[in-house]
């Protein structure tokens, strides 16, 4: 089932709601795959792979639904995380979560539980401190 989310991540269908100047920025249920809008804004927003403490760029990521499309998980900024390979993988093989911070939107990650250890939201970003 993990194999079939992950490609399910990068399927392509059509698009839906549009902006202002006619570019998708929401196209919910309609389709997998972002549209260049969408990526835009993504990019903006994380910068780079979203996993704690990964730097790889943009050009090395896919954009992950939080929210499985499969699952009914919608393709729009708010449900979805740049993340690179490796670190797909990693969300989707493992018990690894991902949210959106609901203060600041943006990407949080709790490792999987530890005997002893408060399993809290983390985000470490290398360039937390850079506009």
């Given at each position: ?32 795959l972002v549209t260049v809008a969408i990526w ?79 399993n809290r939201w983390i985000r470490y970003r ?6």
């Amino acid at each position: 089932m993990a194999a079939i989310r992950r490609l399910a991540c990068d399927a392509e269908i059509i698009p839906a709601v549009l902006g202002s100047r006619g570019e998708p920025l929401d196209v919910g249920r309609a389709r997998r795959l972002v549209t260049v809008a969408i990526w835009a804004a993504l990019v903006i927003r994380d910068r780079h792979c979203a996993f704690p403490g990964c730097d790889r760029p943009p050009l090395m990521c896919h954009a992950h639904h939080i929210r499985h499309w499969i699952l009914g998980g919608e393709t729009k900024l708010e449900n979805l995380v740049l993340l690179c390979g490796h670190h797909h993988r990693v969300i989707h093989d493992s018990p690894w979560q991902v949210r959106l911070n609901p203060d600041d939107h943006k990407p949080e990650f709790r490792p999987p539980p530890k005997p002893g250890v408060e399993n809290r939201w983390i985000r470490y970003r290398p360039d937390e401190n850079e506009t």
